[in-house]
């Protein structure tokens, strides 16, 4: 167990739908960002908050959205889903400076647009 | 613009040799290197990382070079095992800035065959 936990681990809807993935990040930890793994390819970075705010923006479709709460969990909110938004959806968090490991990562949540 | 990069998209080595994972930057702002792990359906977990103030750092099997005026960086995973097959990515990061974050190569598939 990382200390980052990700719900659910697999979600399956169809088109056109609006799912949210749910992040906790370690304890500790003030910043949470989020990343797209597709078909074994690389991480693509989406988003990423400190200490509730908006820090840095990646490749994050309009579609997409995300915000952390006081209690500093985190949610990415995927609406009007394609078949290409099929993947999987990572969250990780760390220290203000990272400290000598980084990121922790979760397990991540397996999405299947149908 | 990739300011980390991983050329080889895959690698096959047998049991008991080296393995030879080799990464690219061309930020000459970062100072913090790191190599993560991950396994198919599971989040990257941390393996190693180095200080831009070193040129070496050990954990058992797993040594990172660090090549500042070359922008290089290498794993080298001695010997190789079996367990070791998975998709490693290299990481990088500035020190010191008002926002962590790290920049992450597209990951190279070792393949270790017994």
């Known amino acids: 167990d990382s200390g980052v936990t990700q719900t659910p681990k697999h979600l399956i809807t169809a088109t056109g739908q609006r799912v949210t993935l749910r992040c906790s990040p370690r304890?500790?930890?003030?910043?949470v960002y989020w990343y797209q793994q597709s078909l074994d390819q690389g991480l693509q970075f989406l988003i990423q908050?400190?200490?509730?705010?908006?820090?840095a923006k990646g490749n994050i479709l309009e579609r997409f959205s995300a915000q952390q709460f006081p209690d500093l969990h985190s949610e990415l909110n995927l609406s009007s889903l394609e078949l290409g938004d099929s993947a999987l959806y990572f969250c990780?968090?760390?220290?203000?400076?990272?400290?000598?490991?980084?990121?922790?990562f979760g397990s991540g949540t397996r999405l299947t647009v149908v | 613009d990739q300011q980390v990069k991983q050329n080889s998209p895959s690698l096959s080595v047998q049991e008991g040799r080296i393995s030879i994972l080799n990464c690219d930057y061309t930020?000459?702002?970062?100072?913090?290197f790191l190599w993560y792990k991950k396994y198919p359906a599971e989040g990257p977990t941390f393996l190693i990382s180095i200080s831009s103030i070193k040129d070496k750092n050990e954990d058992g099997r797993f040594t990172v070079f660090l090549n500042k005026s070359a922008k290089h960086l290498s794993l080298h995973i001695v010997p190789s095992q079996p367990g070791d097959s998975a998709v490693y990515f290299c990481?990088?990061?500035?020190?010191?800035?008002?926002?962590?974050?790290?920049?992450f190569g597209k990951g190279t598939l070792l393949t270790v065959n017994p």
């Open positions: 304890s500790g930890d003030l910043s």
């Open positions: 990481a990088a990061s500035v020190s010191g800035g008002s926002n962590y974050k790290l920049t």
């Open positions: 908050y400190y200490n509730g705010e908006e820090r």
């Open positions: 990780a968090s760390s220290l203000p400076s990272g400290g000598v490991s980084g990121y922790t």
């Open positions: 930020n000459s702002m970062f100072d913090y």
